[in-house]
């Protein structure tokens, strides 16, 4: 009988890993190709397992095993790479599969990347056969490439990622928990070009070291010798304790688990006891604080991989020393759209939690909080209390400042994490070992209340103990952390939160509004201000069928700039005081110059471009923009090379092919109608600077047709970007040459022109 899924991520042996290694005689065995004979005995099973002899290099070609995942279509993978301005369809796969770690190309403290082999294949024989693997979809040898980074991090955090990749080392049996990493272009280039496949590890588990058993087979480890995905920590500093309620609240505090209407009837009771105490204090500028945080199901315990809602909400209030953890999974229908009206259990959760997200005195305090906020109203679109909160505290944001402040150094490292905030300001440490575990399971284990209460309740803490380090205090009247009255050094850390959902499937929209999906199908818009200052406006939808002003995400009324005139018939005298000025580093000071010659926008508004392109159009003119190498040095390679002639009078400018269209778009017909002078005259505006510096205004130039420049060059036009040249005639020039700036700018490049560019005689 076999036992197990061929490490299929979806078909699951209903008996663990450590049971079945617990059976006398246990082996790990693959599904096998026999590529040498492909005559089967009549009596032979089709799924007949083969254990080659491991010393035999001919056995090791005959025989390879099935890898049991979804690969890369390899068409498409070719196309992707050989074109890589087109936009990935590839979706990642997870991946469950045992093998044995073989060479290992790089190890870093943050990164491992080695081959997986199968059981049987030793590290001298991968070297002969680069490919043991065959391929479940197309039955074509492949080669197995794992790397263990970044997605190990970010389920295990710093301390433990670390450890991890410590403990890996060639020659250990292990599982592995992966996802095919198909976004990257190398990856993909790598699995067209030799048929490896690259894998991103979530988790992994070692079976067994590198030793060998007298039979021959590999010796397994016992259930107590298997390393979880959690390795311990390594580290040569003293253990610190590990931190409990007792260290919080003076009375070892209470956990509530609200998932019926009696506790949330409690927790409601206790929300307004607090508001009421506020309103009752003789200190009118009096606030509290109150934890929050939240959980939800992790990615490689989810079907598919798939993001989850947030299934706990934990609320600790601090002066009350009670930790609430609200069972939204039970308590809240997740997903719905956001006009789903509520049912009597979620209107009275949802009116539960409005008296405490709408207080600007009781300060929401938590470590990333506000993503955390993002995320629960993303889970529960329908929900009106997650769409509004007020006074939020991010307890990192926090600490930096007050660590800035200070002059204290490591600021980064010690506001990295929750864990290293404790040891920083509590002197304990985190056990985060229900970190990753099954926050969908009912009823909650002990550990995972002890571990969620805990979260939630150190960030009010942290802050308390911070804000002690700079005698700062919550002014509660406004909100505002002071030191003193009138302080303005930590005055923006409080702040607010509003979270809408954008009805509409307008990619243009989706961009410009900055909407992102976070759970599910919708796009939140999300919005905030500093708590007790000016709410931004509502954000409106652009018309996806023209060019209309809106209002953006920070509720800035955006104007396109295609709506706009910068310049009247017969002012030549409009740009002549730009020619030779520095304006500034962006793109919106040069705008902004313009426009402040010829029309006024409303107050606060700004004009909307695409900000990625190298020109703006205006309703009467276009702003071209051209970024010069920082640095010219003889035989330096450049990746848009461009050419200064006449003096510098005629330069080099590059637009996209496709934009261009061979001259007949309709922005090609503009640049190009900028060549004849009149009442209908097309202002083509060029600003120009020198790396990252700032730009100078080069006034009026115009677009020379091939005929009309004065010698013959080689263009060196940039290969492999799709751009068109051309060659553009400074009209101000007389005035360019009295500026310095515009000298200084440009004399270095001509000078070493000939070094990079042939320039022939007249």
């Known amino acids: 009988m076999m ?295 992790p990615n490689q315990l989810s079907p598919h991989g798939q993001t989850q809602p947030v299934l706990l909400l934990q609320i600790s209030f601090h002066s009350l020393g009670i930790v609430y953890l609200l069972d939204l999974q039970t308590l809240l229908r997740p997903l719905l759209s956001s006009d789903e009206e509520m049912n009597e259990t979620e209107t009275m959760t949802s009116e539960s939690l409005d008296f405490l997200f709408r207080s600007k005195r009781v300060i929401k305090v938590g470590y990333q909080v506000a993503s955390d906020l993002r995320r629960i109203a993303a889970s529960y679109p329908h929900v009106s209390c997650f769409q509004d909160i007020q006074a939020v505290l991010e307890v990192d944001t926090l600490v930096k400042r007050i660590l800035h402040l200070t002059k204290q150094k490591k600021s980064r490292s010690i506001t990295m994490s929750l864990a290293r905030l404790t040891a920083h300001y509590v002197e304990k440490s985190i056990c985060k070992e229900c970190q990753v575990s099954d926050w969908s399971a009912r009823p909650l284990t002990p550990d995972q209340k002890g571990y969620a209460a805990l979260d939630a309740a150190i960030g ?102 295609r709506m706009l005139q910068i310049h009247q018939p017969g002012d030549g005298a409009l740009f002549a005081g730009l020619v030779g000025t520095e304006v500034g580093k962006s793109k919106d000071h040069c705008l902004g110059m313009l426009l402040s010659r010829a029309a006024a926008l409303p107050g606060g508004a700004r004009i909307d471009f695409p900000r990625r392109l190298s020109y703006v159009e205006f309703d009467d003119a276009i702003a071209l923009f051209l970024t010069l190498p920082g640095k010219c040095r003889p035989g330096e390679s450049r990746n848009f090379p461009g050419m200064f002639l006449e003096d510098g009078q005629i330069l080099s400018w590059f637009i996209s092919s496709r934009v261009w269209n061979e001259g007949r778009s309709d922005l090609a017909t503009k640049l190009l109608g900028s060549r004849n002078e009149g009442d209908d005259y097309l202002p083509l505006v060029l600003f120009v600077r020198n790396g990252k510096g700032n730009f100078i205004s080069c006034g009026r130039c115009r677009v020379l047709l091939p005929e009309e420049v004065p010698r013959v060059t080689d263009t060196n036009k940039p290969k492999g970007y799709g751009l068109t040249q051309l060659d553009l005639e400074l009209l101000d020039f007389e005035a360019l040459t009295a500026s310095e700036i515009f000298t200084d700018l440009i004399s270095p490049l001509i000078m070493s022109q000939s070094s990079w560019t042939t320039i022939g005689s007249a």
């Not at 796969?93 to 081959?115: M, W």
């Open 3 to 297: 036992l197990g899924a061929a490490g299929h991520p979806y078909w699951q042996c209903l008996l663990s890993t450590e049971t079945l290694l617990t059976f006398s005689n246990a082996q790990v065995a693959s599904l096998s190709a026999d590529t040498a004979n492909t005559e089967m005995d009549e009596n032979e099973s089709p799924l007949a397992t083969k254990n080659p002899d491991s010393n035999s290099v001919e056995s090791s070609r005959a025989f390879k095993p099935f890898f049991a995942a979804n690969t890369p279509p390899h068409h498409i993978a070719q196309i992707l790479v050989e074109q890589r301005d087109l936009s990935n369809p590839l979706k990642q796969t997870s991946i469950k599969a045992i093998g044995l770690l073989g060479s290992v190309e790089r190890k870093t403290k943050k990164q491992i990347t080695a081959y997986l082999l199968p059981h049987y294949v030793d590290s001298e024989e991968s070297k002969k056969d680069p490919r043991p693997w065959k391929c479940a979809t197309s039955g074509e040898d492949m080669a197995v490439h794992l790397i263990f980074g970044k997605n190990l991090f970010q389920a295990l955090g710093i301390a433990h990622g670390e450890a991890a990749i410590e403990n890996i080392n060639e020659g250990q049996l292990i599982e592995i928990t992966a996802q095919t990493r198909v976004s990257s272009r190398d990856s993909l280039s790598r699995w067209v070009e030799r048929r490896c496949l690259d894998l991103e590890i979530k988790a992994y588990r070692i079976l067994s070291e590198k030793s060998k058993d007298s039979s021959g087979g590999r010796a397994f480890a016992s259930d107590s010798q298997l390393l979880k995905h959690k390795p311990p920590v390594a580290s040569t500093s003293p253990q610190l304790p590990v931190l409990t309620l007792r260290d919080v609240f003076a009375d070892s505090g209470q956990v509530v688990v609200v998932d019926t209407t009696e506790t949330l009837q409690s927790f409601a009771h206790d929300s307004l006891e607090l508001l009421s105490n506020l309103n009752k204090s003789k200190e009118s500028q009096q606030a509290t604080l109150v934890g929050i945080d939240c959980e939800w199901q």
């Open 460 to 561: 009010p803490l942290i802050a308390e103990k911070a804000m002690e380090t700079v005698n700062a205090t919550i002014n509660g009247g406004v909100p505002r952390i002071e030191r003193w009255d009138g302080d303005m050094g930590v005055s923006k850390a409080i702040n607010s939160w509003r979270f809408l959902f954008l009805q509409t499937e307008d990619l243009n929209a989706i961009k410009k509004l900055q909407a992102k999906q976070i759970v599910g199908p919708f796009w939140i818009v999300t919005q905030s201000w500093i708590t007790g200052g000016r709410q931004p406006r509502f954000p409106s939808v652009p018309s996806p069928s023209a060019e209309t002003p809106y209002t953006d995400n920070n509720g800035v009324l955006r104007i396109p700039a």
